[in-house]
């Protein structure tokens, strides 16, 4: 790693808040390493959701990216079928793995499930929806009680990037049967304290101009210093096609890791590009227009027959 | 009204996005602004949570306003408790009345309230918070199902002002039965279309900066324009004590509505003050530190007190 990147890291950290109870939760995710280390487990570590930028020290306002957390999530439950252990790291109130399937009926989701019994004057999961509400269930509550589902949420990119550094490090431990899975939509750039307003800015009739830093690179510190030997994967996401290769092949390129997963906003959930320097060709997976599955089944299975061949 | 205000907010609605079935929504508001007229009915029209500000015609990042519209859907639940009828528009995702209060739990909050019955194998309501979802789903059951409360979602700018303008038309019909409670965290700037890159900013190594035109203030519109027989509440939000009063006031003196509420960031569970030409001093009020209840409470009687001397 060259020194003024290092340098860049060490000075985004100096200028962000350090997330509240960070001690308590890195100590939770080393037992977890640990006990998937004595057990020879394989474990993905899944990030999720968009990061915030706080705007303000007493944060009224701040810049957002689109995510929902749909494919970090629905990848989470593949692996744990797959019988991966998971570590779920995602923006606070994104979508959950299992539960986010019964997302669908937007602000209303739990009680669209519910009805009153009239007979036993009871208030119960609803005849209707019973098969479905057992489906995504039982599963979550058997992963979560047995330990191989643990979560922990971000809502800033400096809580991510915190955390993105002291899980990665935990889980290091694991060598190769680590799969570091990037799917979070990080901001490029943020507001350093030191540059932050005290106070909600005010309106002005003449509008608002906000500058904002950028965000250092992290791929480069998880594939040489963080976590060197696990499997690490990560997206991008365009709007535009032209780009999309460019930028997957330039990231390859850049960090040396394993994997890019390239997909365009208009498409995401249809197509995506593997790219990879352990495949001859990209890989381009696409979802049936008739399968009702959704297309991470198949990122899972190709991925999963990488981390195979990787572990070799 | 000047015409260079009717202008800037012509200017606004030409260079943001018509929300998707805008029309079809509108009916549907004006059926239950019929319903309620016929009926003698008072309504309450509350905005909730805060809008968004696209950056990108193909949205990937946006700029956002903290609010999860606890105070807003508190509010519902006590106007419904009440007797009046509520049009509840609010921030997709956003905290709904009723629903609410069993969110605590975070991302689990659905199944944590559900448990697996081993002698029937039937997924169910668990014993334990079997009272506590009871007391929250039947009267929410009870209002969706009598039409008492109904809702509509938004999430950029653009939409909020749409509907605003929309429904405070709609509702102008009911005269002073009409409260309107614009709680909704609106943003101050956003980005016309026609300034609008198409694809995804690029990350660069030398930051961003933004520029954002300020959005036109619409009260002015509801008090002579929209809605101007009704009972016209704004809120402020500041994070500086100092400023909190002269902007309230300010905002009265401006806008010649009923009702200011004012809070600061840093309390605005605990303390509000009503400024209002109907009152003769600014009214204070706290919620007991050893008071359960939320602090909506007490500012829903109050506000149906003055509601009530409006009437007379």
Not at 16 to 32: A, H, Q, S, T
Request: proline share 4%; no cysteine; charged share 25%.
């Amino acid at each position: 790693m060259n020194t003024e990147l290092i340098d860049q890291l060490k000075s985004f950290f100096d200028d962000v808040v350090l997330p509240k109870g960070y001690d308590k939760n890195i100590e939770k995710i080393r037992e977890f390493a640990i006990a998937a280390k004595e057990l020879k487990h394989r474990v993905i570590f899944i990030t999720s959701g968009g990061t915030i930028v706080p705007f303000e020290k007493n944060m009224v306002r701040f810049l957002d990216n689109f995510s929902g957390g749909g494919r970090g999530s629905s990848t989470a439950e593949y692996f744990l079928e797959q019988g991966y252990h998971v570590l779920f790291f995602s923006r606070k109130n994104s979508l959950q793995p299992f539960i986010k399937n019964l997302m669908y009926h937007e602000s209303d989701s739990f009680f669209t499930f519910l009805e009153h019994d009239k007979n036993t004057q009871h208030v119960k999961v609803s005849e209707h929806y019973y098969d479905q509400v057992s489906r995504h269930y039982l599963p979550w509550k058997k992963y979560i009680d047995s330990g191989h589902l643990i979560r922990l949420d971000f809502e800033s990119v400096g809580e991510y990037l915190y955390y993105l550094r002291g899980i990665s490090m935990e889980l290091s431990i694991l060598g190769k049967n680590l799969i570091v899975y990037a799917a979070a939509a990080v901001s490029d750039f943020y507001i350093p304290l030191s540059k932050m307003a005290e106070h909600k800015i005010q309106s002005m009739s003449k509008g608002l101009t906000i500058s904002l830093d950028p965000v250092p690179k992290t791929i480069g510190f998880i594939v040489h210093l963080w976590a060197p030997k696990s499997f690490i994967t990560t997206f991008k996401l365009e709007t535009d096609d032209e780009l999309l290769k460019t930028k997957s092949m330039q990231s390859l390129s850049n960090y040396g890791h394993q994997l890019v997963i390239a997909n365009l906003l208009s498409n995401y959930r249809d197509r995506v590009i593997f790219y990879s320097p352990l495949l001859k060709d990209p890989l381009v997976i696409l979802r049936e227009t008739n399968d009702h599955q959704p297309i991470e089944i198949q990122i899972g299975k190709q991925l999963i027959q990488l981390h195979n061949n990787f572990l070799k």
